[in-house]
């Protein structure tokens, strides 16, 4: 009950400027709480430390809000939701006509356990927005291609392009995450280009996070 307290003062103190709502506050602190639990039996994050969990995890994650485009919203190698749960949540509890509210999750893994935890915390809440498949990216072919890719600790760029690029609709994005700038020097595979790379400030991080924007060449 502790760590609930000290997260949810911890979100509520910041939720104006990463755009949370009271519910979601609520909802992280329970998918927090549950990955806490979750944690002492499966190696579900290497994150244990209850007071780096909310910058490393959340804030983390709610950073690539402004870059989101589109409704249909792909994470890949997503892991304990990482960051396609966070941003789903946060989605979830938009005010109403915010066009958040309309974006629709998909969650991809390759691991069981993992998906068995999205699936829980997704059910505990009962969020309508976002979906856990349990796949590896040969194995998913989707009717419709996906607005926005999303990938945090999957790949480096290129190989994350080359492994599921073919997921992203042809006016589509891929967006990154990536520490210091320079790992966005590597080259990328025909049609994709950089469109930029965007630096991003985590409350209680100081190491350096930037946003890669990725998008393909105009022929």
């Known amino acids: 009950m502790a760590n609930e307290d000290t997260w949810r003062a911890e979100l509520a103190r910041h939720a104006p400027a990463a755009g949370l709502t009271a519910p979601a506050v609520d909802a992280l602190v329970t998918w927090l709480s549950q990955l806490e639990r979750w944690n002492r ?3 579900l994050s290497a994150v244990r430390d209850p007071q780096q969990m909310v910058s490393r995890h959340v804030f983390d994650s709610l950073s690539l809000r402004p870059w989101l485009h589109g409704q249909r919203i792909l994470d890949v190698g997503t892991g304990a939701g990482l960051p396609g749960l966070i941003l789903a949540l946060a989605d979830a509890y938009a005010p109403d006509g915010d066009a958040a509210a309309n974006r629709r999750y998909c969650l991809l893994d390759s691991a069981a356990k993992r998906v068995r935890f999205l699936r829980h ?3 505990l809440l009962r969020t309508e927005n976002v979906e856990a498949r349990h796949l590896r990216i040969e ?3 989707p009717q419709t291609p996906f607005d926005t890719l999303v990938s945090r600790a999957f790949k480096a760029p290129a190989e994350t392009l080359q492994r599921a690029g073919h ?7 891929v967006l990154a995450m990536l520490g210091p700038a320079d790992r966005a020097r590597e080259a990328l595979p025909p049609p994709w280009s950089y469109h930029a790379v965007e630096p ?6 100081h190491a350096p996070r930037h946003i890669a ?6 022929p």
């Open 139 to 141: 194995q998913f072919a």
């Open 213 to 218: 924007i990725i998008e393909r060449t105009a």
């Open 200 to 205: 991003v400030t985590i409350p209680g991080e």
């Open 121 to 123: 915390v997704i059910g």
């Open 41 to 43: 039996v499966h190696n």
């Open 167 to 173: 997921l992203v609709a042809p006016q589509g994005r």
